[in-house]
């Protein structure tokens, strides 16, 4: 009775469970009708027999009926408790009728037997149970049987004698009935499932489309990303033009000034000679930014040698000393021997980077309660693979946007504070000495990075 066209294993099991979903819920409002309805006919009894046996008779049949309003509260309660079988919530989705059917059943055999006008109510049974619970036609034609013989029962048993003739004509309407309620049945499960059907195919194809439409942007994005990585390669030769030219001229100047340093009393050169020492190192570093800005879109091939980590990390703190110094507390835990495998300049510059971002976080959080603004920096070598961890207190990372931090462009800072591109050059190097990189934190605790590279060339 279903369209095979559109029937497939997985939505004929959705199918099921949504049906008896819907059992359920319909199961317990037919209960709730049962519960008011059935006491309220016993305005229809007083009607036809109040007037005999002192109204005994009316008496008996209300306390059927109120039985059967216990009995469907009883069910109805049923139907709320978890964890139900699906044997145990079919025979509970039949008593919210059969316990009606059955009382109204006993008060026909109490009255005329075939003469009893209640065999009308049987009727409004059978209509209930398909249009109230919406059930199955197996289901719908098992009321059927079930209340039929329940009728014969009552008929068969009564003290009145049997009215052939007016058991057969109720017999016909109870049928007649029956046979309307089956068809129409059938034919509104059909089209349940037809909808049931088509909905679950427009509920997959929304995903796909949904699927779709975030691939789209992704590309979009994608698109955006390499139109940004083109812009900043067509700025670098203009920007590496206008920074050069200055650098060429201090680095002139400083040749020139330590020409000059024979010209001081002796106890001021070693001074003199240190202070233009480590003005040439920050010109040196300014140099090989540059170069780094230059190859950020295309990557050139750089001196790759085995760099020791205390080395690198000393020229990022003396780099950084200004905004570090009686600020915060640096703690290293660094073996002597540690070395990683790539490029000095290039590993200052991620240590350079890694160190300004903990620097920046300190500063956006508030320290109360003794504790101090601290980054630590932690080395290991393990299984051939040289860890570096850099951990700080600070205002730490949100969680969404763990994923994002080494996208280019990509930056949580205010309009002017940074372009976003520290992290996703830092990632590029790393990857570049096969290395990884990455992230844990936890927003207003701390943010730690860790750099793992090979430990031997």
């Not at 002192?54 to 209300?62: I, M, P």
């Not at 006008?117 to 289901?139: D, F, H, K, M, R």
């Not at 002139?252 to 233009?276: C, D, M, N, V, W």
């Not at 540690?338 to 490029?343: D, H, K």
Request: some cysteine; overall charge neutral.
């Amino acid at each position: 009775m279903t369209p095979t066209a559109q029937s497939t294993p997985e939505i004929r099991h959705e199918y099921e469970q949504y049906t008896d979903y819907v059992r359920v819920r319909n199961s317990k409002v037919a209960c709730a009708l049962v519960f008011v309805l059935m006491p309220a006919g016993v305005l229809l009894d007083r009607l036809d027999y109040g007037r005999f046996q002192n109204g005994a008779l009316v008496r008996e049949f209300l306390l059927m009926r109120l039985a059967s309003s216990v009995l469907a509260a009883l069910v109805f309660y049923g139907l709320t408790r978890p964890n139900l079988s699906k044997v145990q919530t079919r025979l509970l989705c039949m008593g919210w009728w059969v316990f009606p059917a059955f009382f109204m059943s006993w008060m026909i055999r109490e009255t005329e037997g075939s003469l009893s006008p209640y065999y009308a109510g049987l009727n409004l049974v059978i209509l209930a149970v398909s249009t109230v619970i919406q059930a199955t036609l197996a289901e719908s034609l098992v009321a059927v049987v079930l209340i039929l013989l329940m009728y014969l029962a009552a008929c068969s048993l009564s003290a009145h004698l049997l009215d052939w003739r007016m058991l057969w004509n109720n017999l016909y309407f109870i049928i007649l009935t029956a046979i309307i309620v089956l068809t129409g049945n059938a034919f509104f499960n059909r089209l349940r499932f037809r909808e049931f059907a088509l909905r679950h195919e427009l509920d997959l194809n929304r995903k796909a489309l949904e699927a779709s439409l975030q691939q789209l942007k992704d590309n979009e994005m994608q698109l955006v990303q390499s139109e940004k990585l083109a812009s900043l390669g067509r700025m670098s030769a203009g920007i590496i033009h206008e920074i050069n030219n200055p650098l060429n001229f201090a680095t002139t100047g400083l040749f020139t000034l330590r020409k000059k340093s024979k010209h001081l009393a002796p106890e001021q050169q070693a001074e003199y000679t240190e202070i233009l020492t480590e003005v040439e190192d920050g010109l040196k570093r300014v140099q090989a930014i540059v170069g780094d800005l230059r190859t950020f879109t295309h990557p050139s091939a750089a001196q790759i040698e085995m760099v020791k980590v205390s080395d690198i990390l000393t020229s990022a703190l003396r780099f950084l000393s200004n905004e570090w110094r009686d600020q915060v507390q640096i703690e290293q835990d660094l073996p002597a021997d540690q070395t990683i495998r790539g490029n000095k300049n290039k590993l200052i510059q991620v240590l350079v980077n890694m160190l300004q971002n903990s620097l920046d976080a300190l500063m956006e959080k508030p320290f109360t309660n003794g504790e101090r603004p601290t980054i630590w920096i932690v080395g290991r070598v393990d299984n051939d693979r040289s860890r570096l961890a850099v951990r700080d207190n600070g205002a730490g990372i949100e969680a969404e946007n763990l994923d994002k931090i080494f996208d280019p462009f990509f930056t949580t800072k205010a309009v002017g504070a940074g372009m976003g591109l520290g992290l996703s050059v830092c990632y590029r190097i790393v990857h570049e000495y096969d290395g990884t990189i990455t992230v844990k934190s936890e927003r207003g605790k701390f943010c730690e990075f860790t750099l793992e590279f090979p430990a031997k060339g």
